[in-house]
């Protein structure tokens, strides 16, 4: 067979099966051919967002195919692309719901920018519209809309650069600071040249000369200050001022007028010292110097005044730290008239004249003899058995002069030792106690510690009252255990070491034990010793055992008790704070601690009663009482007491905002307290506190929820307007954004007022306009609602048969536009959709084909529909006499092509010898 005989045989085959099956199995292959790389051309489009290139190729690629195909062109379709068609219809329906949401997105951008009059100070529409772009780029690409991004952005960040510049070229302005104010106003005009900025702009400039009079002047009167005019400086100053009012002009005003007061005080200090007025010239000294930038003459003049008045340890407070050697001699000449000689050469060591050398080498041959009168001294009171004046004297001697090993060794090895063993021998705790705790106070060590602490055992034992000093003395040597000196080498456990954690037991022990006899005897007393011990105790755990942390004295580690004794007692002495994080170990040793150790014990009452009255005065203090405050809120939540409870956590809460297991307490107590709570005021008034005190994501969700059912009671009493309530509940969304009740709240109001707007446009037979509307609105319930209601005037208009062809067509299209995804409404859309091609088809002349397509359409309602259409049709026509009898017959006769056994048509037919 030939090439010729093959493509006719093929031509033939085609028109065949064109004419039986409707479709050309020769074209269906080529086309199944085509399709499949259109299929895949479009999925690369999709991936890159080319939606609408995509779109094309889809309906130009499925035109081909029938859009209700019959039996036979179904089983080729799927014979040649199995599922493919449905795939490709379906990703159509998918990139055309995309491109009208993209559409929608942008059509919402350009409203925006088109209502922009280019005032520079409307930012918030082209922020709206970026993100509306933004939005709609992510969906689809488009050149076009990415450029209109970058204009948008470029606009936004011009025009908030332009507000930037206004704001500080008027705020200089305000401040008469005319010169910068034009330099930035004429940038801010480069940008934008609106009316506001060219008047401000010629206001500032009109100022400039008067600034730069003003400037001049400015500057003569500094030029003043410094060669010490001060009168005519502050002369021109005020003048310059009166014209020119301007902050740094007042501010210089008042520092020359607080320098000529000054220098005004020390001229009259000055004549009072020159007159013997020793007193006044004191006064007025010291009243000069808050005025005086400088104050060395002024300090150095009062010290002279005192040294004439022989007030030597004023006169070296006058001159301490003060540079020079002016105040150099005379700190060594007031330590020289105290006897201090050796303070007194170190100071005079310090000054390089030549004429100091003299008095220097008289200060040595003094300090010497001094040196031995006060060794004599101390040998007479030792031999004298006077050991407390001994130690006295050989303490002021080393103080004095500096270390000495004689002095020293004779202290510590001879005098020291033999008032200790005298004190002990002596069996009178009271004096045994006394001088311990005076030990202690004076030289605080280890030795001196475990001392005071042995006696105040012993003193205990008798006297209650010093169970107190038991408590603080012992605790501080528990905590300093390993480092005891007397601990380190006990005879009779030959080579064990000591079991310091057995040790440190025990006598935790022995002191709970000592407490305890007092429940029963003295409930007072064994409060006061418990809260004391507890204080304690909580503090050696914070500590650890040896202790590495806490406040010390000199090497000795002190728990809050033995340190707040110790601080109320003496001055002297090296203290190391505690670490700044170790906030809770560091209040126990405020007046706060025995309230903060007992929370930390769970005894909330009894903080409460022990928590100071009188405000805190420092930062550590403020974070004991916030501790306090915490542990009292939470004692009220599980009392069932919000309203105290919240009250006290309000006090606490920038130290809860710090403490994620504050918060989460407090949140889960919160949660518990909401459950018994039944009014709905009372709901609103403690989600508010949780919310303000929190600020947590469940007192957010809740305060959230009461504000909107609030709403929502608001709306079901007619109390609010559906906008009024959308405008508080936005302010809501402010305290939780995600908030499901919010936003279902929201999402109902928003419905309600589209559906009355959709109801509006009803009213008014716009139906396309409603169509717009929802679809503008977006809402899957609005569009749905509005999809049902247009069903249900087709279906009832399809049964009624008082729609015509165009109307259900329009109806059908508008329901799939608004739900193509409601199977419903893709199958009535479907019918709809054949019976306006068929309306079509008969509007155009074609009636056979109409006849055709409803024929051997697979709905049964499509064929009788246009039966029904024919044969009302023909008998209006009759009635009417419009038609004539050939058109009538025509009529019927396609009627009975689509309804041959048609009961009611059976008469009609023979009638007119159809059948």
């Known amino acids: 067979m030939s090439g010729g005989d093959v493509m006719g045989f093929l031509q033939g085959l085609n028109q065949f099966t064109r004419n039986i099956f409707g479709i050309g199995i020769i074209d269906a292959w080529r086309q199944a051919g085509q399709t499949k790389a259109a299929n895949q051309k479009i999925g690369q489009l999709t991936q890159k967002k080319h939606l609408r290139e995509a779109i094309t190729i889809a309906e130009t690629t499925l035109s081909y195919w029938s859009r209700n195909p019959n039996f036979w062109e179904r089983w080729i379709c ?32 350009k409203n925006l ?48 650069q332009f507000q930037d510049l206004y704001i500080k070229a008027q705020a200089q302005a305000e401040d008469r600071y005319f010169k910068n104010a034009v330099a930035i106003y004429t940038q801010a005009q ?18 400039v000369i008067q600034e730069q009079a003003y400037e001049n002047s400015l500057q003569t009167v500094e030029q003043g200050e410094k060669a010490g005019k001060l009168r005519s400086a502050i002369a021109l100053l005020e003048s310059a001022l009166a014209k020119f009012p301007r902050n740094d002009g007042q501010e210089l005003l008042q520092k020359l007028q607080s320098i000529l007061q000054g220098r005004e005080l020390f001229r009259q200090g000055l004549a009072a010292e020159k007159m013997g007025d020793f007193t006044s010239a004191i006064s007025y000294y010291e009243n000069a110097q808050p005025f005086l930038p400088d104050t060395t003459n002024c ?16 006169a070296l407070s006058d001159l301490d730290d003060l540079p020079g050697e002016q105040a150099t001699y005379l700190r060594g000449f007031a330590y020289a008239q105290q006897e201090n000689l050796q303070l007194a050469y170190r100071e005079w060591q310090k000054i390089s004249s030549p004429n100091i050398i003299q008095q220097q080498e008289i200060l040595k041959i003094l300090s010497h003899r001094q ?22 004297s ?18 510590t090895q001879h005098i020291q030792p033999r008032l200790a063993a005298a004190t002990w021998q002596s069996a009178d705790w009271q004096i045994v106690t006394e001088q311990t705790a005076k030990d202690w106070l004076e030289n605080p060590n280890i030795t001196t510690l475990h001392n005071w602490a042995v006696s105040n055992y012993y003193h205990a034992q008798k006297d209650d009252n010093k169970l107190i000093d038991l408590i603080i003395s012992l605790s501080t040597g528990l905590a300093n255990l390993t480092q005891d000196t007397v601990l380190q080498d006990i005879p009779w456990l030959g080579n064990k070491s000591v079991d310091f954690v057995l040790v440190f037991h025990q006598l935790k022990h022995l002191l709970e034990t000592t407490i305890d006899t007092y429940k029963d005897k003295d409930i007072n007393s064994y409060l006061k010793f418990r809260d004391y011990w507890r204080l304690e105790s909580i503090a050696l755990e914070l500590m650890r055992q040896p202790a590495i942390k806490g406040v010390k004295i000199n090497d000795v580690f002190v728990t809050p008790g033995c340190y707040q004794n110790y601080t109320s007692l003496a001055q002297t002495a090296s203290i190391q704070q505690i670490e700044p994080h170790q906030k809770i170990l560091h209040s126990l040793y405020t007046n706060w601690g025995l309230a ?5 014990a769970g005894d909330i009452p009894r903080a409460v009663k022990l928590k100071p009255t009188t405000k805190f005065k420092d930062d550590l203090e403020k974070f004991a009482h916030k501790f306090v405050a915490y542990y009292e809120g939470c004692h009220y939540l599980q009392q069932q007491q919000w309203r105290e409870a919240m009250s006290n956590l309000k006090q606490a809460k920038s130290e809860i905002a710090d403490n994620l297991e504050w918060q989460q307490e407090v949140d889960r107590l919160c949660i518990v307290q909401r459950k018994n709570i039944v009014e709905l005021q009372e709901h609103l008034e403690f989600a508010q506190s949780w919310y303000d005190t929190l600020d947590s994501p469940n007192s957010r969700a809740y305060l959230a929820e009461y504000q909107a059912e609030q709403i929502r009671e608001e709306l079901r009493n007619k109390q609010i307007s559906n906008q009024k309530a959308l405008q508080k509940l936005e302010k809501i969304k402010l305290i939780d954004a995600e908030n499901p009740i919010v936003l279902d709240l929201i999402q109902v109001i928003e419905d309600f007022i589209a559906l009355d707007k959709i109801q509006e446009l009803l009213e008014k037979n716009d139906f396309a306009g409603a169509v717009n509307y929802a679809q503008q609105n977006g809402q899957p319930k609005v569009k749905a609602r509005l999809a049902e209601y247009y069903i249900d005037i087709l279906i009832d208009g399809f049964k009624s048969r008082n729609l015509g062809f165009g109307s259900i067509a329009e109806l059908g299209r508008w329901a799939y536009e608004l739900c193509p995804d409601h199977p419903k409404v893709q199958d009535i859309y479907i019918v709809s959709q054949e019976i306006g091609d068929i309306n079509y088809l008969i509007q ?7 006849v055709y397509r409803a024929k051997y359409s697979e709905y049964d309602a499509v064929r009788l529909y246009v039966a029904d259409y024919f044969m009302i049709t023909a008998m209006n026509g009759v009635k009417n006499n419009t038609l004539s009898s050939n058109v009538v017959y025509q009529l019927c006769r396609w009627c009975y092509e689509l309804c041959p056994d048609d009961p009611e048509y059976q008469e009609i037919y023979r009638r007119l010898n159809i059948i």
């Open 78 to 109: 799927r014979l040649l692309l199995g599922n493919l068609l449905s795939s490709l219809n379906q990703q159509l329906q998918e990139c055309r719901q995309q491109v009208a949401t993209a559409d929608k997105l942008a059509a919402q951008a």
């Open 299 to 314: 300090r150095i003049r009062l010290a002279l005044v005192k040294i004439k008045t022989q007030d030597w340890s004023s």
């Open 371 to 392: 040196r031995l009168t006060s060794l004599q001294n101390i040998e007479a009171l030792v031999t004298a058995e006077n050991l407390e004046q001994a130690k006295n």
């Open 394 to 411: 050989s303490t002021e001697f080393l103080q004095k002069f500096g270390a000495y090993p004689l002095v020293e060794t004779n202290l």
């Open 113 to 160: 920018l088109q209502q922009d009059i280019g005032d520079p100070w409307e930012t918030q529409a082209f922020a709206n519209a970026i993100n509306f772009y933004q939005r709609c780029s992510k969906i689809v690409h488009d050149a076009g809309i990415l450029q209109t991004i970058q204009q948008c952005q470029q606009e936004l960040k011009k025009r908030r």
């Open 844 to 850: 155009c002349d074609r009636s056979d084909e109409a």
């Open 596 to 600: 903060v150790a007992a929370c930390i």
């Open 190 to 207: 480069q940008l934008y040249a609106t009316a506001d900025i060219t008047k401000a702009l010629a206001n500032a400039t009109a100022q």
